[in-house]
């Protein structure tokens, strides 16, 4: 029995693992993959205070470097349900079961699919949700980024590393990036912006060679030749393992009291899951330690 399980290794589930040894709990850190979360996946942070610039991979690296001293525990599982067991909660995985008197849910979110034709058939031939991943792949290329996000912004600067030409095609003509990154895209010269249109199919033999595009105002269709399709359109809370058993809003997104707790008794949350108003690696880490210190409070009580 663990006094504490946190599911999710991403900034939230780290920060929480720090604070929750540091109050010397007995901590099970459990994730699909290794740790680090979709942060590891984060090309540079400029706004992670302390660094003016840093690779999600090296903080996530760091933020592991730094539980090693703890001789914190970890284990890759990809949870499929938890369930309550009188005061305490079960987690499981295929045969296996782990059980704690308290949960953080960190589990994050994961890449939004677009639904259009083509999208799911193209995936690794020309669709992608990763630039860091597959840029090297458009060398000398054009792609197409669709989203008009950070994500989109941030990811279409970093693919001019590689592809010739890189096309922006938002929904609308205002952008929701932050204002900084899309001064430096528009001064990017090998980044066009394509507004007001969304992408209605992807196609090609067998790799992408083109997508259709509808001006939302006026209905006109128009045919782009590309090579990949990077699609950032925003980021899904991954929930639907905890199948209803704790509130959540109509994203999935889990709803918690300002200490974090969940609708249920014992399980806390932090990061990207929750309903939080500002999505950043700062905010999920601060949440991290706030559930951590919540759990405390619970387990003392
Ligand atoms: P986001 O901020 O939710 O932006 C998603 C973009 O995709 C929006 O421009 C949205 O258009 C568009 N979109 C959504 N559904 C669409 C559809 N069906 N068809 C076409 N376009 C669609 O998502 P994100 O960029 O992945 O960022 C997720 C969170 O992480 C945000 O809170 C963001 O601030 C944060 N983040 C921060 C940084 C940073 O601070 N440097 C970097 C990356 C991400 P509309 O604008 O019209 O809704």
């Not at 083109?210 to 209905?219: K, L, S, Y």
């Amino acid at each position: 029995m663990y006094d504490l399980i946190i599911i999710g290794a991403g900034p939230g589930g780290l920060t929480a693992c720090l604070y929750a040894l540091r109050s010397r709990l007995n901590v099970l850190l459990i994730d699909k993959a290794l740790p680090g979360g979709y942060l590891a996946q984060i090309l540079e942070l400029e706004n992670y205070p302390g660094f003016e610039v840093i690779s999600g991979f090296e903080l996530a690296e760091q933020m592991v470097k730094q539980l090693e001293k703890y001789n914190y525990q970890f284990k890759q599982l990809d949870v499929e349900k938890i369930e309550k067991n009188n005061r305490s909660w079960d987690v499981i995985s295929g045969q296996q079961r782990v059980t704690a008197k308290a949960l953080i849910i960190a589990t994050g979110s994961s890449p939004r699919k677009l639904g259009v034709e083509g999208e799911q058939e193209f995936i690794g031939k020309g669709v992608s949700y990763c630039g860091v991943c597959d840029a090297p792949f458009f060398r000398n290329k054009e792609v197409v980024v669709i989203g008009g996000g950070n994500t989109a912004l941030e990811e279409a600067i970093y693919l001019t590393k590689f592809a010739n030409k890189v096309t922006i095609v938002h929904r609308r003509q205002g952008l929701r990036a932050e204002k900084i990154l899309e001064d430096r895209a528009r001064e990017n010269e090998k980044i066009k912006f394509i507004l007001n249109a969304v992408c209605t199919k992807i196609s090609g033999a067998k790799t992408v060679e083109q997508i259709n595009i509808e001006d939302v105002n006026t209905g006109n269709q128009e045919i782009i030749k590309t090579q990949g399709v990077f699609i950032f359109v925003g980021m899904d809370p991954q929930t639907k393992f905890l199948n209803g058993l704790l509130e959540t809003d109509k994203a999935g997104n889990i709803i918690s009291d300002k200490n974090l707790a969940a609708s249920e008794q014992g399980v806390f949350v932090c990061g990207d899951c929750t309903d939080i108003a500002l999505r950043q690696v700062i905010t999920a880490c601060g949440q991290g330690a706030i559930a951590a210190h919540s759990v405390n409070k619970y387990l003392e009580s």
